[in-house]
Structure formats: structure tokens, C-alpha cells
């Protein structure tokens, strides 16, 4: 069964690659993962202006042969010098770019002395500008991550008890997002009440809620995806001083959805909000 492909990333991304550059050798799995629809660790992505590869060990290689096509070529990783040599030799690569944003040094020395007749030239976040414009196909998949966080949140709401702690919310929620559909939380879940909520980022404790705020920032993450989104309920009753807080953030929050718009930066729609 073959998997669905994003995109045509042959094509695409090797046409960005700068001239005097035969191949461009993308080692962020965050990237792999976006050019290919594959999540996997410990591989490489190898993308020339005619064809590309995807090599990947042997707990991979079964479903990475999936996503082969006439453009891209799926190789068992067996060893790096080895099967790496022979893609760059094969072809002449000689010039060969690499993700400058995300290689550690560390990692570029040990590619140039494995390979000490390529040159390795620094490209920087080219994929990265690639992932600035979403296709319709990301945006869905983003939309999906939200509305996960929101069916979670939803269930929450009906479990929450005085005898709960910080970390117990902060575990339903995660589990909630499981059980509706992401592959795991977007990031570490925030879940603190009372004077703890003074601390946006705070950690969940093992303590039992606290009367007065609670505050959730929380993410799903789904087919690649994430969500991002805070949530602030009351436990008890809301007082004067806790309606006029909230009214104040919720005023703000309103600001900065009437300017945002096709072209505003994002340090000016916050800019707005605060």
C-alpha cells in the first residue's frame, strides 16, 4: 500500500537549492518527517534537483518503503560511511549542502571526516521557509490538533473534583487527547490553581486544586501537527477582583483577533493585545 505524499518535494525543494550545490542533506526529523510523511529517528533525507533518497534502519524500513515513488528512493540504513559514500559517489555529488540552523559542529566534523572529499556547504533553514506557507492538507491537519485539545478540555470539565491535584488534571487532559486522536501532548501540559496560577509556566503538583483560578495550557499533537491553547476556568465561585482579571485578558484577547489579518506580523497583533 502505498502512503499518501505531501507533496512533490523533489521538485520543490530542489529547485531552491542555491547554485553550485548538487544535493542538500537534511538531517532535522522534524524536516524529514515534513518533506516525507514519515516519523522516524536516526535517518537522512538526501534531495537533488532530480531525485531524492530516504534512508532509514531496519525498524523503519518496512513502512518507509510505503512511501517510495519514481522521485524519491527508499535505502536500509546499514552503515552511515557506507551507504551515505555511495549516493554522494554514485551521482558526483561533491557539493553538498546541510541544514547550518540545526547540525550540531560536532556533527558537521564527523561528516567531514568521513567524507573528506565532499565539501559541505552551509544552507541554512530553506525547508524551514517552505513550512512558512501552509497547504490546505497542513492547515486541516492543524485544525484537527485544535479541535482534539477542545474535546479533551470538554471531558475534563465533566471530571473535575475539590479532590483532584494539578498533576491528576494535567494527566486527564493528556489522556483525553490520546483517546480522541493525537499521537501524544504538542508539549509538557500546564495545570495550576489557586497562587500558583501567578506563574504562567508553571509545573503541575502533586497537591490538591486549589479554590480560585485554574489555568491550562495545553496542545495536542496530530499527524505532525500541534495545537497551542490556554484555558482558564474558576473553582469555587469568582469573586469581584477575579471577574475583573478575567474580563481584562478576555477584552485583550478580542483586541488582537480584530487586527490580526493577512499581512500583520505577530510582535504587532501582540502588540495590540497587551
Known sequence: MKEKKKMNFTEKLGGL??????????????????????????????????????????????????????????VQLENRKVNLGNIF??????????ESNNMTVARLNGLKETFPLVDFVPVGGIIEKMREIKTPEEVENTVRAQRIAEKALDRLLTLITPEMTEIDVALELEYGMRKFGAEKPAFDTIAISGTATSMPHGVPRNVKLEKGFLTMDFGALYNGYCSDMTRTVVLGKADAEMRRMYDTVLKAQFAGLDYVAAGKTGASCDKVAR
Open 17 to 74: 537549492l542555491p547554485d553550485g550545490i548538487d544535493c542538500f542533506l537534511v538531517t532535522s526529523e522534524l524536516n524529514q518527517r515534513y518533506l516525507t510523511g514519515l516519523n522516524y529517528t536516526d535517518g537522512y533525507v538526501i534531495v537533488s534537483r532530480e531525485k531524492s533518497w530516504l534512508l532509514a534502519d531496519f525498524r523503519y524500513i518496512e513502512v518507509a518503503k510505503r512511501y517510495e515513488t519514481d522521485t524519491l528512493e527508499v
Open 89 to 98: 559517489a554514485d551521482n558526483k555529488f561533491s557539493k553538498v549542502g546541510f
